[in-house]
């Protein structure tokens, strides 16, 4: 009866690597490149900019799953840094730096480093306290962008896109489409990556069993820790286009339910899956935009969808294909 | 001044009375079953509203917040039963989907029924008039709300340190394995620990609507501080909540009421004001992750195993 704290991830460790789902992430590829050409012709902007915010909620509880998931670090305050990241580059172009090559590192940067702070002062505490400790740090944030005047307050401030190379302008939804999915598909691959690399592999025995990790030798919290910056980063990537989609920035991209969206996304997409993230945004925001078109009660039918999710499904979406193994 | 200073504490008093109703209830869940709850401060909600409307058809303040408890009590036995139960062997991160979906489909069920405009419960005519002492005078309601919150809350620590029930909810919440093998019986004591948080939840929304009004976000707003209670406390211990519930209503309304004229000795002109607005708001998480720094299992932990 007791619940146990199973482990995440050890079951499946190269989820990309077989030839199955290299087929079929090439076919959602093309899928996806062809997708804005397709809405162009039938006249459908609304649609790519859907797509766009899809990708970049991907992003986000992608970054999450990476320390959530591989590294059992359930951080309760992600939007601390998708806000940062949003907030910093919409800061930037402010203050005339709209050139993404100077904008996107500088923000990044500011998110790298918020991120280490939160990350050594939030590693000492474990489970709960560790929820309740990173979901403080992200209120304290909240509730600077709402007291600074300066840049809006409550009401936020609008957003200055930023311009990439050869004259593309993130204005333009395609651009920003393609963007967003370039940067999505390379967060994932350096997520592949690194969870399949040593470097995933210690950060998954310092979840499982910290003292058995340490007792090898292996320094948990600095592993933990770059995972946590790494995460941070990425999230912060995530803000800089979300903000550059909306043109608009404002103090409900740092606050806790933006958080609990993306943290109920990697749970219901799949815990330490690579594509957990991406499935599990999809199918939020699907469900929630295409329950909101038919009734002003969708709350009740996506929490009752969502029930039925967990109660049905072991392991989130992912969990629907690919065998279980040991 | 003076005066200024007795009403804050009380109001601060008042608060941390009232959170320790909703943060005991969460604290047990969490302790014995093991599964955290985010859909208590809904329960919370949702006995504010019965109230509310309890209110109306039976007349009597006293009977409609005690009926709004008892079926706000009996859902969260129905959400034992129906949900929670099937979730006690999966990982922790499903039980946290589960109950943010059953926040969703409660909360809009209450859209539903109450629409979302605040609803008004009123103060019962016998503590409408505020007290007066020679010059000060303070709200007899609220004044009720503290010797309440310390009647239940005595009660609730009698029930927990000298009962054999409350024996078998610390055995269970300190080594649910050898608990069980003593003979301590495992479904019956979910049930209950379910019933009697959400009995609690109800209680205190219930108990509040006259103050702040019943409206849609309460639970929400509560949830959240409730669990900042609970991490300063020690997850799992009822002295720990207690003892961070006063605490936490202490700095809130004192941070509230004096910080930003503090503020303004040191600092002046408006980005001081604004620095001491958002000061304020977040003074609670501040004190959080100060005790966490400093205690990184609260301040009062349980030892487990």
Redesign the interface.
Known sequence: ??????P?GFDQPRSLGEPRAWVLGLFLGVLALAYPLVMGAVDQPYFITFASRVFVFALAATSLNLI?GYGGM?SFGHAAFVGTGAYATAILAQAGWVSAWANWPLALGVCALLASVIGV?SL??????F???T???A??LY??A????VYG?EDGMPVRRTLLPFGLELRDEIVLYYTSLLVLALALLLTWRLVNARFGWILRASSENPTRAASLGLPVFYYQLVAFVLAGTMGGMAGILLANLNGWVSPSFLS?HLS?QL??MV??GG?ARLWGGVLGAVAYLFLETLLSEFTI?W??F???L??L???AV?KGLTGLWGKERG | MGFYLVEQILNGLQLGFLLFLVASGLTLV?GVA???NLAHGAFYMVGAYLAAALVGLTGSFGLAILLAALATSFLGLLAEAF?LR?????????????T??????L???V??TWGSQPVALSVPAALAQPLRLGEFSYSTYRLALIAFGAGVSLGLFWLIFRTRLGMWLRAAAAN??MA?CMGVP?GALYKLTFALGAFLAGLAGSLVGPITAVHLGMGTDVL?LC??I??IGG?GSIKGAFVAALLVGLVDNLGRAFLPSLFQLVLSG?VAA??A??LV??LV??F??LV??FR???LFPVRMR
């Not at chain 1, 009866?1 to 199973?6: E, G, S």
């Not at chain 2, 099937?86 to 589960?98: E, K, S, T």
């Open positions: 009866m007791r619940p146990t704290n199973k995440h959530l359930v002062l000492r505490t474990r489970g709960l306290y929820i309740m400790i979901l403080a740090f209120q304290m509730y600077l709402v007291s600074l005047r307050g806790w609990g943290m109920m749970i219901l815990v009660h709350q009740l996506l929490g009752g969502l029930l999710a967990v109660l072991k | 969490l093991n599964v955290i949900l099937h979730l006690y062997n999966r990982d922790h991160l499903d039980q946290v989907l589960a943010f979906a059953l926040m969703l489909v909360s809009e069920l859209r539903m649910w394995e069980r495992a959240i669990f900042v609970i991490v997850v408006p604004s620095l607005s958002a708001s977040t998480y501040l959080m992750a966490l720094v990184p299992e609260g």
